[in-house]
């Protein structure tokens, strides 16, 4: 004869306890007990450093490792440590290639849930983080993090080389490849090289011909967005460049650098067989044919 007791529940899936509100069940009854706890809303575990509560003492242990720095949990492949479980867990992917989170759309695959949730919003539009100053939203609260800095100013990412700052820490690594020259995005068809992802992308549009900026008035296709900004300019008549010596205005803006030189006398166009130099490079080109008269 052995005595019942809330153990055995366990070894027959028995699940006994049952939440009247949700309908899950439990095997012990204490576990129900921290369930109902989702429901009420009770935290009655606190930090007794800043003061944060948590539903479950499980939840307290990990939150004090933020004050104490304890790293419990240790990679045994390159020695990182982290706070959670789930952090090292989540870790070890990163060396065994672990993808475990797919898209159902487009079949990416994410080490983290996190990234997923993130990632689906690319197909749904969802943008639930929005700017409460400006109104601005984005799919990512990152992002919007990243957006506050434009309205306080702050810039917390400074180059520890020429010490210029950005509101973001992508900014600033695409920023240090002015002063490395590093260029870690190729071309696998003629071996150019790009410090910008987004610029291999519209390199790679020379060699497959894609036009995806279309003009809707005449249909017009361009490479580039910027390409169709300027084109769409053609139809409505628009001057957006002024000269802010003389208010001469231009559709385009090299249109307007070039308009400067007839004020600041600058000749940066050099012609290698007498010296002459000139403002503009249609006047170096006629010159030029003067030589070849001459010859």
């Known amino acids: ?39 009420t809303g009770e935290k009655p575990y606190s930090c007794g ?3 944060s509560s948590f539903s479950q003492k499980s939840s307290l ?18 020695d990182s440590s982290f706070t959670q479980r789930s952090g090292l867990i989540i870790h070890n992917r990163t060396h065994t ?18 990234h997923l949730t993130e990632h689906i919003r ?12 400006c109104g601005s939203s984005f ?31 992508s900014t600033l690594t695409k920023h240090r490849r002015i002063h490395t020259g590093e260029k870690p995005y ?15 992308t519209k390199h790679l549009r020379v060699h497959s011909g894609d036009k995806p900026f279309s003009c809707e008035i005449c249909e017009s296709s361009f490479q580039r967005k910027s390409s169709l900004i300027q084109h769409i300019l053609k139809h409505t008549g628009e001057k957006p ?35 002459s130099s000139f403002s503009h490079k249609s006047s170096l080109i006629i010159h030029n044919r003067t030589h070849n008269v001459k010859s």
């Open 186 to 200: 190729s071309c696998e068809i003629c071996g150019s090289s790009f410090c910008e992802k987004s610029t291999l």
């Open 241 to 275: 460049y002024s000269c802010e010596i003389c208010g001469a205005l231009f559709s385009h803006k090299f249109s307007l650098l070039r308009h400067n030189r007839t004020h600041s006398g600058e000749k940066p166009f050099l012609c290698e067989l007498c010296g």
């Open 61 to 78: 242990i990990n939150h004090y490792r933020i004050h104490t720095g304890e790293k419990p949990f240790t990679c045994k492949i390159c």
């Open 122 to 133: 690319i197909h749904t539009g969802e943008k639930p983080y929005s700017c409460k100053i």
């Open 49 to 51: 450093i800043c003061g």
């Open 1 to 39: 004869m052995f005595k019942l007791n809330k153990h055995m529940p366990l070894h027959d899936q028995e699940k006994p306890f049952s939440c009247d509100i949700c309908g899950s069940s439990f095997s012990v009854k204490s576990t129900l007990k921290t369930h109902m706890r989702i429901h």
């Open 139 to 169: 799919s990512q609260k990152s992002s919007l993090i990243s957006h506050n800095r434009i309205h306080t100013g702050e810039k917390p990412f400074q180059c520890d080389i020429c010490e210029s700052s950005f509101c973001d820490k």
């Open 97 to 114: 290639g672990e993808k475990p989170f797919s898209c159902e759309i487009c079949g990416s695959s994410f080490a983290r849930e996190t």
